[in-house]
């Protein structure tokens, strides 16, 4: 500081040889005084720069307070683009950024210094505006950073809490610095990221606990372990949702389920006991509404009782061996028949002919009946792929029936025509389920290693022997059909045919007396009267002519009748129901004027 007053000196020397008298002004000593004491003229420079009378009380901006009054001397003098107001500004800066520096240690980005372009763009910028906006600027950061450290306190309580919660580690930053905008805003993601995974794993935890609560009731247990108690009993804020309790609260629920599965499994199986036995015993309705009230539910309470009822039936089937096996071998029957065992098949389980109703047999119809029904359950699906072609074969043999039968043209209401549609849909449909069937079959039998039978029989060999049965069937019947066209062609060539239609009935005339015909060269008259024949309607009846065979039975002797009329038709025996045969001798009951014929 020194140093700028000899400078001075020669300045105003020179512009005193220049001008020729010396410019008012305060006169300036050769060193600025110390803090603490001023001259009159310093006294009176500060009040005319707009500082205040008394200096301020403040050590580090002293020295810098007194290059502001030398500063504005100088300009007050017109001198503040000479080298000595050049390097005294330059001074002034480099204190101001030196102590400004001290104000904003720790700050992510440095303070900017707006005097030189404020000069440019302002042109004439004084000291105190300077200093004036220096600290405008410097209260602000002081403001920003009060801002960013109660943020920067406020976000990491609440990463503290999250973390805990979550038992999960803090977000690492440097709490001795003042952070930036940017790090303030990932540390706003982080803890906003928290805070979903705390209400996530908060939504699963109430699920899960509601789930071991309704578990825990229907097992009629009780939570006795520390985390089981944690769950249940504590409140649910309280409780730490990090990654592990979850995953054991998962495993919790999946043991529970499992017991809770392993219970409904065994009170099922003791009401389908129950129910087994009820039938074989015959208990009556009221006696089995008694226990309907623990028929449902799956509680320990419930599998006790079911228990018990189990108990008591087992108890009374013993005493009712006799009645309990014959109720088994009756569902013997019908699973052998589901499962279309052959004769052989049944034969082999020889218990089922004893006589001997005692527990060692009851145990092996027991066996059997489990045996039966699990084969059962496991080739359901074959058996009834199997029973529903043996019916679709059943319905196409008796429409393949009523094609033979004449009677069907007589069937009103569209009948013949839906029977038809029927019958042809069946001819479509059975070729298709047996191959579905063989397909099925075949792979049953790969897994199986075995073959799969249908009455002691492969079942594919069944339906072409069905088919080979239906077809010799068909055959037969065209055999008897053509036989009896061939019997019935040789009768009508013997006797002659037989209308279809019948004829109109005359009615009948009083017979008038005295009247005779004669018939085949016999004379016949009513009026015999030691007649061995009754007459019919009122008449006598005569014998009818016959046509015998000749001795070589190839044609039918033909007898000329008198008065030159034809010889009556031959009928077959039994076509015309007035026909009467007595004594082994066809007759004829028609009257016709008198005459019979």
Not at 85 to 113: D, F, H, K, M, N
Not at 266 to 291: F, N, S, T, Y
Request: overall charge positive; some cysteine.
């Amino acid at each position: 500081m020194g140093q700028l007053l000899p400078g001075y000196s020669r300045a105003r020397k020179k512009s005193s040889r220049t001008r020729g008298q010396r410019p008012p002004g305060p006169a300036f000593s050769g060193a600025l005084p110390g803090p603490g004491r001023e001259s009159p003229p310093q006294t009176a420079a500060r009040l005319e720069a707009g500082l205040p009378e008394e200096p301020r009380d403040v050590a580090p901006i002293a020295g810098l307070l007194r290059l502001w009054v030398r500063f504005e001397i100088l300009q007050k003098h017109n001198r503040s683009r000479s080298a000595e107001g050049s390097e005294v500004e330059g001074t002034c800066s480099r204190y101001l950024r030196s102590s400004l520096r001290g104000e904003g240690r720790g700050s992510a980005r440095p303070p900017t210094w707006p005097f030189r372009h404020e000069e440019k763009e302002e042109g004439e910028t004084t000291i105190l505006q300077l200093e004036k906006d220096l600290r405008t600027q410097v209260e602000l950061m002081r403001k920003q950073k009060k801002e960013r450290k109660q943020e920067l306190k406020l976000l990491q309580e609440q990463d503290q809490e999250l973390c805990e919660i979550l038992c999960m580690p803090h977000y690492e930053i440097d709490i001795t610095s003042v952070p930036s905008l940017e790090e303030l805003n990932q540390f706003r993601q982080h803890v906003a990221t928290l805070r979903e995974t705390k209400a996530s794993r908060r939504e699963e935890f109430v699920d899960i606990k509601r789930q071991i609560i309704l578990c825990m009731e229907e097992l009629d247990h009780t939570p006795d372990t520390s985390f089981e108690r944690d769950v249940v009993c504590e409140d649910e804020d309280a409780f730490c949702l990090s990654l592990e309790n979850i995953a054991t609260l998962q495993k919790l629920l999946r043991q529970l389920e499992v017991r809770k599965s392993q219970n409904e499994a065994a009170c099922e199986g003791l009401r389908a006991q129950i129910r087994e036995l009820w039938d074989r015993l015959q208990i009556p309705a009221e006696e089995r509404e008694a226990v309907a009230t623990v028929m449902t539910g799956s509680k320990a309470k419930v599998k006790k009782a079911l228990q018990l009822e189990v108990d008591r039936l087992e108890e009374l089937k013993m005493q009712n061996m006799k009645k309990v096996i014959e109720a088994i071998r009756v569902e013997l029957a019908q699973y052998w028949d589901q499962c279309f065992y052959s004769q052989e098949q049944r034969q082999a389980f020889a218990p089922y002919y004893t006589e001997d109703y005692t527990e060692d047999v009851l145990q092996l119809h027991d066996a059997e009946i489990v045996q039966l029904r699990n084969y059962y359950e496991v080739h359901k699906e074959l058996f009834e792929g199997v029973r529903k072609w043996e019916e679709s074969w059943r319905l196409f043999l008796e429409f393949e029936r009523k094609v033979s039968d004449p009677s069907r043209f007589r069937n009103r209401g569209g009948n013949l025509l839906k029977e038809e549609k029927q019958r042809a849909k069946l001819q479509k449909t059975l070729p298709k389920l047996e191959e579905e069937l063989k397909t099925q079959i075949e792979m049953w039998e790969q897994e199986h290693a075995k073959a799969f039978v249908v009455n002691g029989q492969n079942f594919m060999e069944y339906v072409t022997e069905q088919w080979e049965l239906h077809r010799l069937e068909k055959e037969k019947a065209k055999q008897e059909r053509q036989l009896k066209n061939k019997k019935q062609t040789e009768t009508e060539m013997l006797y002659g045919s037989t209308p279809r239609t019948p004829s109109k009935r005359r009615g009948l005339a009083p017979s008038t007396p005295g009247k005779v015909r004669k018939l085949n060269t016999t004379t016949v008259s009513n009026a015999t009267a030691n007649s061995s024949i009754r007459p019919l309607f009122g008449g006598t009846v005569y014998r009818s002519p016959v046509s015998r065979l000749p001795p070589s039975g190839s044609k039918p002797v033909i007898t000329s009748t008198c008065s030159g009329r034809k010889t009556p038709r031959g009928v077959k025996h039994g076509a015309n129901e007035e026909n009467l045969e007595l004594n082994g001798s066809i007759l004829s009951a028609r009257t016709f004027k008198g005459f019979q014929i």
